[in-house]
């Protein structure tokens, strides 16, 4: 069974720094995918980052790019999120989720609140 632990969110002030973690578990990943979404309170879940676990190539939305840094680290089945410059608006339940065609697996979520 896949599981995604979610880690590292907390209350940071804007303009400071945050890097989630999301572990996984419970079979191989090299031909998946692994993102990063988030849902702010009222609104719809938004996409964030996503990188291919083979290739580490990354994928970003355009709110978070040039912030926000995606990587894994396969020794350790771990994606992290490094965020930098947050903003009020960064405010939100983070989700990690996997998958190859789909993302078939979710985390449980880690608060970020940025405050101004």
């Given amino acids: 069974q896949v599981n995604l632990v ?3 969110g907390g209350l940071v ?3 400071g720094s945050l890097r989630l973690s ?3 578990s419970g079979r191989t990943f090299s031909r998946d995918k692994l993102g990063w979404f988030r849902q702010a ?11 291919t676990w083979s290739s ?3 994928y ?3 709110s978070v790019k040039g912030r926000f840094t995606i990587s894994r680290d396969n020794a350790k089945n771990t994606v992290y999120l490094q965020m ?4 009020p608006e960064d405010t939100a339940v983070y989700y ?5 065609y789909t993302y078939d697996y979710w985390g449980q979520g880690t608060q970020v609140t940025v405050s101004s």
């Fill in 84 to 87: 930098n410059s947050l903003k």
């Fill in 6 to 8: 979610e880690s590292g």
């Fill in 22 to 24: 999301c572990a996984a």
């Fill in 60 to 62: 970003y939305a355009d």
């Fill in 96 to 100: 990690c989720a996997v998958g190859y």
């Fill in 13 to 15: 002030q804007a303009g």
């Fill in 56 to 58: 580490g190539s990354p």
């Fill in 41 to 51: 309170p009222g609104k719809e879940r938004e996409f964030v980052a996503s990188i």
